[in-house]
DNA sequence: GCCGTTTTCGGCCCGACTGTTTTCAGTCG
């Protein structure tokens, strides 16, 4: 069993933790963190990357740290890592995830009083015990407990996109109701959109800090303020989630903006950039390093530019080759909302979704689209009331019926949300899919199997001609289930080969594809759709999350389906056999 | 441990808040 990518950057993460611990230079430390934070975005296994001989193509990753990859591939752990579990136990890391204690805390906890777990800690803590050593007083303590508390309101450790967003505009525009604060924004991975979020980052333009403060740590949903200072403050929710507040003089928006949306990556490589042209950059300004002279930018278009920079959209800022892009001049222009007018996956009360067929067409049209397909599930998922032969030719009746009320206001097309089965057949035979306008076929059952057989399986589908679509393809739900463990590679290859289009889910639960591999899909030609895959009207809203998620992946429009105009689709999926 | 339009050796982004330190270390983002 080899490991996966996710498991070896746990790894690295853990021996950062433990060179850490034994104060190892940080350097060294950060290399393993970058390497893991590095591979859990690579869309490639490692284990195909490193039978290429490319596994120093990933950034961060250099002859040592690949040889160590290789090494684990091969024995399933590596010699320093079993070096470093003799000397440090296991537990003292989980330690390190309590805020207020860090490398050095816990390896005095450890060293000191024998500390190798979070209760052992609390117990000595409410003991009064931890006091007793040297730079540690009755305060720290109770910020020590403290901290195990929110650790443990803390259930799951990263909090969807689509919960953190509309909490953190919630938060934000709350805020602004103060005269004070002029204006403000969402910062950090909310703004760059990531699918999910380890805590909320605020901003706003104010000269006169403290009510907006005062606002913040009040808040009645505060379950604990972290941080309270004129510049920044922190809280933790009842919910668990953390929010920091940052507030700036409106002259220093720019730079202040773009050091607290990030990706900390993106910010060190462009600071570097800057060192190397005299200029030192932080949330405040630009000072030029030999006069110290100041330079205030208000935006973040004035930062970009004083690196002879086009600005960079914050989905893209990872450090992921925008910068270098950027510098010469081939940054992707990003598909945008305004871009889509048509939704190729959405549900009616045929199967599970609340409202009818012309409801749908209706909540469609109010919200702009020009057509939509209805692709209600199909028979072998009974828990969705998925539809047989016989109902689904009958939906084809109503959905025809429905079409020509909407009189051309908007075009209501018949497909279908096909199950892959199993064993890996597909609900319908040709000559009923023949009959539809449009196929997906998607993944629901059975999303546990070994790698070989799911990827067959998904296989099958993209090798069947009357297939237009796959469906979210990995099958993850955001946060607790892991997507399948498909073969990402030979499904890239199969798209490729059969001109299949693949599904960006719009839905914040599933934001599948991700972006890493919404690039990779266009980068090797294959065609995206953008669904909300709709049960409500409601949720046709969330189309959003799935632009973000494309722009995160340099997802341009003509690479998406429902950017086309009606007659190109047809045409397509004429084409595909129909 | 990585990496190179100043470098294959010697660098490696930058600042806020807290507590207990009488001048700063630890932690965090």
Not at 80 to 94: C, F, H, Q, W
Not at 332 to 360: F, R, V, Y
Not at 500 to 510: C, G
Request: aromatic share 6%; with cysteine; proline share 4%.
């Amino acid at each position: 069993m080899t490991l996966t990518n996710r498991e070896i950057a746990r790894i690295f993460d853990n021996i950062a933790d433990m060179l850490e611990i034994k104060g190892e230079i940080v350097h060294r430390v950060l290399s393993y963190r970058r390497a893991a934070e590095a591979i859990r975005e690579t869309p490639q296994d490692l284990q195909t990357l490193a039978a290429e001989g490319q596994l120093q193509t990933i950034p961060g990753i250099g002859k040592t740290l690949a040889e160590k990859i290789e090494e684990l591939l091969e024995r399933g752990t590596v010699d320093l890592y079993e070096r470093l579990k003799a000397e440090i136990p296991l537990g003292v890391l989980d330690i390190l995830h309590i805020s207020g204690v860090g490398p050095k805390r816990a390896k005095r906890l450890w060293q000191e009083l024998g500390i190798t777990s979070i209760e052992q800690l609390e117990e000595a803590a409410k003991a009064g015990k931890l006091r007793a050593m040297s730079g540690m007083g009755a305060k720290s303590e109770q910020r020590i407990l403290e901290g195990i508390e929110a650790l443990r309101r803390q259930q799951t450790g990263r909090t969807p996109l689509g919960i953190a967003y509309p909490l953190a505009q919630e938060i934000l525009e709350y805020l602004l109701e103060l005269d004070e604060a002029k204006f403000g924004s969402v910062a950090g991975s909310i703004r760059r959109a990531r699918p999910t979020i380890g805590d909320i980052d605020l901003l706003i333009a104010s000269d006169d800090p403290d009510p907006i403060m005062e606002r913040f740590v009040t808040m009645s949903n505060v379950a604990q303020v972290l941080d309270h200072g004129p510049s920044k403050s922190s809280v933790q929710l009842h919910n668990g989630m953390q929010v920091d507040l940052r507030v700036l003089p409106e002259a220093r928006w720019g730079t202040a903006l773009h050091h607290f949306t990030g990706s900390q990556a993106h910010n060190i490589h462009i600071r570097e950039l800057f060192l190397k042209r005299g200029l030192s950059l932080n949330e405040f300004s630009l000072t030029r390093v030999e006069s110290g002279e100041e330079i205030l930018c208000a935006t973040e278009e004035e930062v970009f530019s004083h690196l002879g920079m086009p600005y960079i959209p914050p989905e893209i800022r990872e450090d992921w080759g925008e910068i270098e892009a950027a510098l010469e001049g081939r940054l992707p222009k990003l598909i945008t909302l305004e871009d889509i007018h048509a939704d190729l996956h959405m549900h009616t009360t045929w199967s599970d979704g609340t409202l009818s067929i012309e409801q749908m067409a209706q909540a469609a049209y109010e919200r702009g689209r020009k057509f939509i397909v209805i692709c209600d599930h199909s028979y072998s998922l009974g828990v969705a009331n998925g539809l047989t032969v016989e109902r689904l030719m009958a939906q084809q009746e109503e959905i025809r019926r429905v079409d020509a009320k909407m009189n051309g206001k908007i075009r209501v097309f018949h497909g279908t949300e096909m199950e892959i089965n199993a064993d890996g057949t597909l609900d319908f035979p040709d000559e009923v899919l023949e009959k539809l306008d449009f196929v997906v076929a998607s993944l629901h059952m059975s999303l546990r199997q070994p790698r070989e057989q799911i990827t067959a399986r998904l296989l099958n589908a993209i090798n069947n001609p009357h297939v237009d679509l796959i469906g979210h393809p990995r099958g993850q739900l955001i946060p607790n289930r892991e997507p399948a463990d498909l073969d990402m590679d030979a499904v890239f290859e199969a798209a490729k080969a059969s001109g299949i289009a693949l599904e960006i889910n719009a839905n914040p639960h599933r934001l599948d594809l991700e972006a890493q591999y919404a690039r990779r899909a266009v980068e090797m030609g294959i065609p995206l759709a953008i669904n909300t895959d709709a049960h409500r009207a409601s949720e046709m809203d969330l189309l959003f999350y799935g632009v973000m998620t494309a722009r995160r992946g340099w997802v341009e429009a003509p690479s998406v389906l429902n950017t086309w105009p009606l007659e190109r689709f047809l045409e397509w999926t004429h084409q595909r056999g129909r």
